[in-house]
């Protein structure tokens, strides 16, 4: 969203060097033969990947909203990330390339080698008795295995659950036991900034009084001691060397229905809820996504900095780029460890076309300056892309100027871990406008309602609703259907909840304001939290803002802003003034914060997102709640 509301100016036309690749061109046409049909839309698509055993019907909406994509096909989304490969030129190309956060190692992988790798993880996990259906956690670093794991699980048939390698062990607890778990698969620690997390120990309470888990696969990465239950742990590299490890593995065909992962939300409020997503839809929708708005092509390597514990890294980490044929890059460490170009070092080195990132790391490695990326020739990067939260129009631009130097089109997407797949975003070839999600993708359509569930006019704020369904939406919650249906398709009947606010301008383009319960009203009017902070962020001194609403005698709610500053930057009543005068200034003189207080850090998820309902419960009193999803 622009500070100023005023979403018809600041429009970036389309690159015509990067149009005239693009694999969609004419994006109107495509938009309207979609919109007319979704379904023969969808059908295409999954025809241009490989299937065992056609469909019978695309969709099956008579038990709406459990609905069922492609049903009587068979595949296996290890058919089409790798297997498809082997039999073509992509057989020798990379599929994954890594480096470790002390630069010092680095790890390639062919199509032919991933697949060793991958038929090596899932003959080890038949022999540790996991079955087709079986749950497997995952509790990995950023480390190849990860992508082992996962496609391992997938390729038997069983469903993973990758829980982010950070989490405490009573928050693992609750995650395996929902899970019902079978198998752990861990690491004994994992490189943090120059320090060993200790993966291990943590898995070792967390299984500790564990109903299900009945083995522990271990794998080597920092060399840490770490104590072995002779009964349940193993180390991987251990069962590798053995006869159980050889030989081929089938990659069983299944029910384009049946599970593939179960992934828990980060969300900002409440107990995090276990999203399941399945083989066939799942695997048509990030692959069509990903091919299109980051038109992906064979000679493009993909960097998403997400962690595969996020749906991000699941989507567009792991299983989208192999989809596609790209090779995927997966860095160990951080964005500014030990220097704050590391990053950008990176893209320079391994030649990265496509760079995806969060708007919070944007923001962070801003404040280091230009010249951390200046000397870093980054002439490889074709497209950008951004997600997670809304980005500022500042951060916008610097992205583009700086990191692209204006020649990389930026694709902000909007999605969720319920949805799979993007859902707002835009392909290459549209204008773009900073701050804006774009459009809904391909097939979909999205409408801003009020409170009643009605429509509002272009330009008015309201909750963010999609009204088709699409392949890679979550099929359920995992062992809570009723939740599910509560918490998504009773909000608004007929209508997915998605739980944001947004706006939609004239062009037909949306502007993600933020969570629901991120809305502040103060004196009547609807001020998102996201609007406010990109308002105060526009401002030279500052690095960071969360923004929160407290409760006001007169107004309702006052607006309370945590205000993390750029460096030789000082607070003070002077700076406080300059600050809300800004705010009045570029967003309107409603949203001027009553108060703002100095902080060195925000409180984020894992994920990158801003906790404010943790800030507002320190500002008044209160039980911060559920903080397994803190960062560290």
Known sequence: ?????????????????????????????????????????????????????????????????????????????????????????????????????????????????????????????????????????????????????????????????????????????????????????????????????????????????????????????????????????????????????????????VDAEHPLFILYTSGSTGKPKAVLHTHGGYMVGTYATLHDTFDIHDGDRFWCTADAGWITGHSYVVYGPLLNGATSFMFEGGPSYPHPDRWWSLIEHYGITTFYTAPTAIRSLMRFGDAWVNRHDLSSLRILGTVGEPINPEAWRWFYDVVGQGRCPIMDTWWQTETGMFQIAGVPAMPQKPGSAGRPVFGQVAQIVDEAGKPVEDGVEGFLTLLNPWPAMMRTLYGDDQRYVDAYWNVYPGKYATGDSARRDEDGYYWVIGRTDDIIKVSGHRLGTAEVESAITSHSAVAEAAAIGLPHEIKGNAIHVYVVLNPGRAEGREMTEDLRSHVAKHLSPIAKPDEISYVDSLPKTRSGKIMRRVLRARALGQDEGDLSTLEG
Not at 82 to 109: C, M, V, Y
Not at 167 to 177: C, G, P
Request: hydrophobic share 40%; proline share 5%; aromatic share 10%.
């Open 1 to 253: 969203m622009t500070a100023t509301g005023d979403t018809s100016q600041n429009i970036y036309p389309p690159i015509p060097a990067i149009v005239d690749e693009a694999w969609v061109k004419d994006w109107r046409t495509v938009e309207a033969s979609a919109g007319r049909d979704p379904i023969d839309y969808w059908d295409g698509r999954a025809k241009e990947l490989t299937w065992s055993q056609p469909w019978t019907q695309v969709l099956d909406d008579s038990e709406a909203p459990f609905f069922k994509w492609f049903v009587g096909g068979q595949t296996n989304i290890v058919t089409n990330a790798i297997d498809r490969h082997l039999d073509g030129p992509r057989k020798n190309k990379l599929a994954l390339l890594w480096q470790s956060e002390d630069g010092k190692e680095t790890r390639t992988f062919s199509y032919f080698s991933l697949n060793r790798a991958v038929t090596k993880m899932a003959n080890v996990l038949k022999a540790l008795g996991v079955h087709k259906g079986d749950r497997v956690t995952i509790y990995l670093p950023r480390i190849p295995e990860v992508f082992f794991a996962m496609l391992a699980c997938a390729k038997i048939g069983a469903v993973h659950s990758v829980i982010f390698a950070g989490f405490s062990a009573d928050a693992l607890t609750a995650r395996i036991d929902d899970s019902e778990s079978k198998v752990v698969i861990t690491a004994d620690g994992s490189w943090i900034n120059g320090s060993v997390f200790p993966l291990k120990s943590i898995v070792d309470e967390a299984v500790r009084f564990s109903p299900t888990v009945e083995n522990v696969l271990v794998i080597k990465r920092t060399g840490s001691e770490v104590e072995m239950d002779p009964l349940r742990d193993h180390w991987y590299h251990d069962l590798t060397a053995l006869p159980i490890a050889r030989g081929a593995c089938e990659t069983v065909q």
